[in-house]
């Protein structure tokens, strides 16, 4: 059997670091006291400035967790992740109960490859406050760029009513419920996205696979076809419109694309090739 090449959308994948903004307001021969009007001060990116201050500050009081904290993300910053581990890892040893301190203790584990211990770290951030939007998003992007759909699927089904009105984290959720197989649902979120939203390549492109597998044919060319009006060299979206044409009986729409694809990337126009001739049942799958 052939199949439709499905393509997951561009991941907006950025690690989220914790803002620190400091300031150091005090004399360079006095030990400066921490409070927590100091998160709120600027040291206008000078994080050698903040490293100073943050441990001077730890000579005052060796077991404040906000200042390890605070050190453990500017270490992350600067790309010292060891360093940084060592701060957060202190900072939730002070604190247990320190949801931020364990959100950013896995993003500096997920900058050392320590996935193991990114993920345990960001579900006890997640566990300690539900409602703290940044460790459920990089948590569910570490499901999904993973591969763990179903994971992922939970993951987003808990931080969609979170961020509703965030366009990625819908268009996240409907990809993955696409990968799972979880079709309506997935057709009803992408729809959604697509309406409420600036209209996305990969909206579309994830919406035509879902309505495909559902067989819902012409609605899926509709979709690839939108997709196109956006992105007219997405080779992809061309590889799978021609499919859906195929499945619809249009062959010539299908040599149509066929036709772009030999220009634009032979590796699918070869694929393409032997499908159309080949005249298989086409059945729509994750490559």
Do not use: W
Not at 26 to 55: C, H
Not at 136 to 146: D, E, G, H, N, V
Not at 195 to 214: C, D, H, I, M, W
């Amino acid at each position: 059997m052939k199949y439709l090449k499905f393509t997951p959308m561009r991941l907006f994948v950025a690690i989220l670091l914790m803002c620190i903004a400091l300031s150091v307001a005090a004399q360079a021969d006095k030990t400066p006291t921490f409070t927590p009007q100091d998160s709120e001060k600027d040291f206008s990116g000078s994080y050698a400035e903040a490293i100073e201050f943050y441990e001077r500050a730890l000579i005052a009081n060796p077991n404040d967790a906000t200042v390890f904290n605070n050190l453990g993300t500017t270490y992350t910053r600067l790309k010292r992740y060891n360093e940084a581990i060592a701060a957060l890892e202190k900072a939730t040893a002070i604190d247990p109960k320190f949801a931020n301190a364990f959100y950013n203790l896995g993003v500096a584990y997920l900058s050392t490859n320590r996935q193991k211990e990114a993920v345990s770290a960001l579900q006890k951030a997640v566990a300690l406050d539900p409602q703290l939007v940044k460790a459920r998003t990089q948590l569910c992007i570490i499901y999904l760029k993973a591969e763990q759909n179903e994971e992922a699927a939970g993951c987003y089904r808990e931080l969609l009513p979170l961020a509703p009105q965030d366009a990625t984290v819908r268009l996240n959720y409907g990809t993955v419920l696409t990968l799972t197989n979880h079709l309506k649902e997935a057709v009803t979120v992408l729809e959604e996205t697509a309406r409420l939203f600036p209209p996305q390549t990969e909206t579309y492109s994830n919406l035509g696979v879902a309505l495909f597998k559902l067989g819902r044919r012409k609605q899926a060319i509709n979709a690839f076809n939108r997709a196109l009006e956006i992105e007219s060299d997405n080779n992809e979206v061309r590889y799978n419109l021609a499919i859906a044409q195929l499945a619809d009986k249009n062959k010539p729409a299908a040599l149509e694309q066929y036709a772009f694809l030999k220009n634009s990337n032979a590796e699918l126009a070869q694929k393409l090739f032997e499908i159309i001739y080949e005249g298989s049942i086409i059945v729509a799958k994750q490559k």
